[in-house]
T-cell receptor
């Protein structure tokens, strides 16, 4: 149980275009999902916390107008990288929280590798 | 000083060896401690979590937390080539959703 999927797994886009990444919890409902970014040989850096039906909470230094997050249902959150630039190239990973009480276990998706040319 | 410190390795051991992975932290408010395994180009997979100090065992894996020293460990017994991955420690405060990760230690188990 507790499976999280992401789509696409890999995407290449041109500079200036927008890319949407989907994160789905397949066998459970997740009121809270998280978006992380991971650079090579670096740890996961939390970008934002996404709650179903409300606005996402962004971490300091993350541009909310550039990284649009929509958590429209209990099983789907999307991250849209707008006007992508080469420096946005990274590995983006989502996680979904289960359950809604301690220990707040997070289950991670397989990640999406974004390359901006 | 970073909140969570983890030696990135790489760590290379022969098959069957006991592996010891460690993290130190500075925030005494951390109460929950997790270990994740991440294969190349994949998302992290939760291996174990521990609340407060103590030990927890699951098969070949043992997690230890020493809050007085702000030090956590993951031991892998009878290591297998399939254990080759990056191991991330993570921790958080009680009542908070947010995880703080270490950089990860890359482990290679040589057949």
């Amino acid at each position: 149980g507790a499976v999280v999927s992401q789509h696409p797994s890999w995407v290449i886009c041109k500079s200036g275009t927008s890319v949407k990444i989907e994160c789905r919890s397949l066998d459970f409902q997740a009121t809270t999902m998280f978006w992380y970014r991971q650079f090579p040989k670096q740890s996961l850096m939390l970008m934002a916390t996404s709650n179903e039906g409300s606005k996402a909470t962004y971490e300091q230094g993350v541009e909310k107008d550039k990284f649009l997050i929509n958590h429209a249902s209990l099983t789907l959150s999307t991250l849209t990288v707008t006007s992508a630039h080469p420096e946005d190239s990274s590995f983006y990973i989502c996680s979904a929280q289960l359950p809604s009480h301690e220990p707040y276990e997070q289950y991670f998706g397989p990640g999406t590798r974004l390359t901006v040319t | 000083q970073k909140e969570v410190e983890q030696d990135p390795g790489p760590l290379s051991v022969p098959e069957g060896a006991i592996v010891s992975l460690n993290c130190t932290y500075s925030n005494s408010a951390f109460q929950y401690f997790m270990w994740y395994r991440q294969y190349s180009r994949k998302g992290p997979e939760l291996l174990m979590y521990t609340y407060s100090s103590g030990n927890k065992e699951d098969g070949r894996f043992t997690a230890q937390v020493d809050k007085s020293s702000k030090y956590i460990s993951l031991f892998i017994r009878d290591s297998q080539p399939s254990d080759s991955a990056t191991y991330l420690c993570a921790m958080r405060r009680a009542g908070s959703y947010q995880l703080t990760f270490g950089k990860g230690t890359k482990l290679s188990v040589i057949p």
